[in-house]
T-cell receptor
C-alpha cells in the first residue's frame, strides 16, 4: 500500500541553523500539506501546496518558513533560522481531491 | 473559520468495555467531512473513521462508530470492546468540501484514551 514517507525521523539542530525536512508524498496525489505538533498540544496546519504553489498558509508560517517541490516527488519544508519554539513534530500529508489525508510518520525537530 | 472542540482531555476505560469520545465543531459550511484520527505513542497519525456531512447514516468501521448530529454540530466516537492497543491520543478533525485548492484539516486538542487491563 502506498504511503507518505518523511526523513529524517529525528533532527537535532542548534538555534539559528537552517533545517530542511523532507517528505515523499504518495505518487498520484496533488495536494500537499505540512502540519506541526508541539509536544502535548494539538496538530496545527502550517501550509498547503497545490500546482507548484502555496494555496494557503497559517500565521505560524512566517518568512522563516518555505516549501518546495523540487523534483516532482519530494516535498520539503525549510526553516531558515530555527528558534527554540520551532521544536515540534512536523507531519507531511498528501491527498487527491478525496476526503482522506494520508500522513507521514513525522519528523521530530529538536532545537537546542 | 472552523473550530473543533474536544472537551475531554483524558479518559479511561476497562478492556472489553465501551467508551465514547466527544467532539463538537463550529462552521458555516454546509458540506464537509469529519474525521477521527488516532495517535499512538509512536506519534503516527492514523485515520480511524470519517463521516461525510451530507450522509445521514452514521459511519462504522468494525469496533468504531460515530454519532453524527449535524444540527447540534456534534461528532462523537464510540469504541466498542476496547482493546489495550486502542490506548492513544484521539483527535477529531474537520475539513470543508469546498476548499478550492486547499483542503486543510482543523484539529481539536485531542483526548488521551487509556485502556486498562
Amino acid at each position: 500500500e502506498p504511503e507518505v514517507t518523511q526523513t529524517p525521523s529525528h533532527q537535532v539542530t542548534q538555534m539559528g541553523q537552517e533545517v530542511i525536512l523532507r517528505c515523499v508524498p504518495i505518487s498520484n496525489h496533488l495536494y500537499f500539506y505540512w502540519y506541526r505538533q508541539i509536544l502535548g498540544q494539538k496538530v496545527e496546519f502550517l501550509v498547503s501546496f497545490y500546482n507548484n504553489e502555496i494555496s494557503e498558509k497559517s500565521e505560524i508560517f512566517d518568512d522563516q518558513f518555505s516549501v518546495e517541490r523540487p523534483d516532482g516527488s519530494n516535498f520539503t519544508l525549510k526553516i531558515r533560522s530555527t528558534k527554540l519554539e520551532d521544536s515540534a513534530m512536523y507531519f507531511c500529508a498528501s491527498t487527491t481531491q478525496g476526503s482522506e489525508q494520508f500522513f507521514g510518520p513525522g519528523t521530530r525537530l529538536t532545537v537546542l | 473559520a472552523q473550530t473543533v472542540t474536544q472537551s475531554q482531555p483524558e479518559m479511561s476505560v476497562q478492556e472489553a468495555e465501551t467508551v465514547t469520545l466527544s467532539c463538537t465543531y463550529d462552521t458555516s459550511e454546509n458540506n464537509y467531512y469529519l474525521f477521527w484520527y488516532k495517535q499512538p505513542p509512536s506519534r503516527q497519525m492514523i485515520l480511524v473513521i470519517r463521516q461525510e456531512a451530507y450522509k445521514q447514516q452514521n459511519a462504522t468501521e468494525n469496533r468504531f462508530s460515530v454519532n453524527f448530529q449535524k444540527a447540534a454540530k456534534s461528532f462523537s466516537l464510540k469504541i466498542s470492546d476496547s482493546q489495550l492497543g486502542d490506548t492513544a491520543m484521539y483527535f477529531c478533525a474537520f475539513r470543508a468540501v469546498s476548499g478550492g485548492s486547499n483542503y486543510k484539516l482543523t484539529f481539536g486538542k485531542g483526548t488521551l484514551l487509556t485502556v486498562n487491563p
